[in-house]
């Protein structure tokens, strides 16, 4: 039985990485990038991933709950994030130069 709980232990915990990375990566996105992707919204995907990890973390794997956690973060992992870095930059977060005027870089005239 003890080695059945350390699986256990191990699955769960992978999936709480799992959830984590998702919510990770669905943080740095930019919020636009969502909408040409024609997903949900960034907010959207935080909250349904943020509770998913939180779900995760408060109940055993052989609840129902962190399994529909799991659902939702395959779906953005398999379907949202793909489409988001399909599109050009990868839909990250951008830090423009201190050159960078409102319509790209500014290159004096060049």
């Not at 990485?17 to 997903?39: I, P, S, T």
């Not at 939702?72 to 201190?98: E, H, K, Q």
Request: glycine letters at 10%; hydrophobic letters at 50%; a positive charge.
């Amino acid at each position: 039985m003890q080695g059945f709980q350390g699986f256990m232990w191990l699955l769960n915990m992978a999936l709480t990485v799992f959830c984590a990375f998702a919510l990770l990566d669905a943080a740095v996105r930019r919020e636009d990038a969502y909408r040409a992707a024609d997903k949900k919204t960034k907010p959207f995907w935080l909250i349904v991933l943020g509770l998913a990890l939180v779900v995760n973390l408060l109940f055993s794997i052989l609840s129902f709950l962190p399994i529909i956690g799991l659902i939702a973060t395959i779906v953005y992992m398999v379907d949202v994030r793909p489409a988001i870095r399909a599109l050009p930059g990868g839909g990250r977060s951008r830090r423009g130069s201190s050159s960078d005027g409102p319509y790209g870089p500014w290159n004096g005239g060049r």
